[in-house]
């Protein structure tokens, strides 16, 4: 059974920072391409950063390239999502996905290209 757990979370003054984990388990971790998302209340769920199995390939929404940055460490079966620079707008519910994929490339943007997502973890930014 496929499983992931996020941790991370927390309340953090406008500018600091936090870095988000997502720990998999119950499959091979190199077989999935994974995912960030995040949702705020009354918004739909918004696409934050993905990254290929291999950890070469990533993507970024625009309004976080430059401050968040998507890794992985394919070793202790973990993805991680450093925030920086963190602005009130940031503050959302932030959830890890993940993929069946082998691709070169990572070109997984929306919610409905996964298949398996974690709780998630609050993110809240005071001004």
């Known amino acids: 059974q496929v499983q992931l757990v996020e941790s991370g979370g927390g309340l953090v003054q406008a500018g600091g920072s936090l870095r988000l984990s997502c720990g998999l388990s119950?499959?091979?971790?190199?077989?999935?391409?994974m995912g960030w998302f995040r949702q705020s209340p009354g918004k739909e769920r918004e696409f934050v950063a993905s990254?290929?199995?291999?950890?070469?390939?990533?993507k970024h929404t625009d309004s976080v390239k430059g401050r968040f940055t998507i890794s992985r460490d394919n070793g202790k079966n973990t993805v991680y999502l450093q925030m920086t620079s963190l602005k009130p707008e940031d503050t959302a519910v932030y959830y890890c996905?993940?993929?069946?994929?082998?691709?070169?490339?990572?070109?997984?943007?929306?919610?409905?290209?996964?298949?398996?997502w974690g709780q998630g973890t609050q993110v809240t930014v005071s001004s």
């Open positions: 996905a993940a993929r069946l994929s082998r691709a070169s490339i990572v070109r997984l943007t929306s919610a409905g290209d996964y298949n398996n």
């Open positions: 990254i290929n199995w291999s950890g070469d390939s990533t």
């Open positions: 119950g499959v091979t971790f190199s077989w999935y391409a």
